[in-house]
């Protein structure tokens, strides 16, 4: 199970930290080894990929919307994955998702993913 965490309520403008971790320790080493993502789905809307980071943390890729307001990292001796939110807008209210992919690199394709975090809530006021 992986559990994500750092989700609230804020105002436009404001920063957020979402952290994501693995329960299980089963889990753990999939988390150092392969690539990871973060994905968010919005009230009546489809669940889009945001941003992805590979194993070694070294190669990033980002929904446009959220470069440069966005940082996906990761520290693979705590197996813990971030994604620090600045600059937050009322269009990036949604449902976070961490995800653990199949491989090592980075993907935004939901189909890349093999385990999925339950989410935690973003919500951003005007």
């Known amino acids: 199970q992986l559990q994500a965490c750092g989700g609230g309520s804020v105002q436009a403008g404001g920063s957020l930290t979402l952290s994501c971790a693995a329960s299980?320790?089963?889990?753990?080493?999939?988390?150092?080894?392969?690539?990871l993502g973060w994905f968010r789905q919005a009230p009546g809307k489809e669940r889009e990929f945001v941003a992805s980071?590979?194993?070694?943390?070294?190669?990033?890729e980002y929904i446009e919307s959220v470069k440069g307001r966005f940082t996906i990292s990761r520290d693979n001796a705590k197996n813990i994955l971030y994604l620090q939110m600045s600059d937050l807008k009322p269009e990036d209210t949604a449902v976070y998702f961490c995800?653990?992919?199949?491989?090592?690199?980075?993907?935004?394709?939901?189909?890349?993913?093999?385990?999925w975090g339950q989410g935690t809530l973003v919500t951003v006021s005007s």
């Open positions: 995800a653990v992919a199949r491989s090592s690199g980075v993907t935004s394709r939901r189909e890349d993913y093999q385990y």
């Open positions: 299980r320790p089963a889990y753990r080493r999939t988390i150092s080894n392969n690539g």
């Open positions: 980071i590979a194993w070694r943390g070294g190669s990033t």
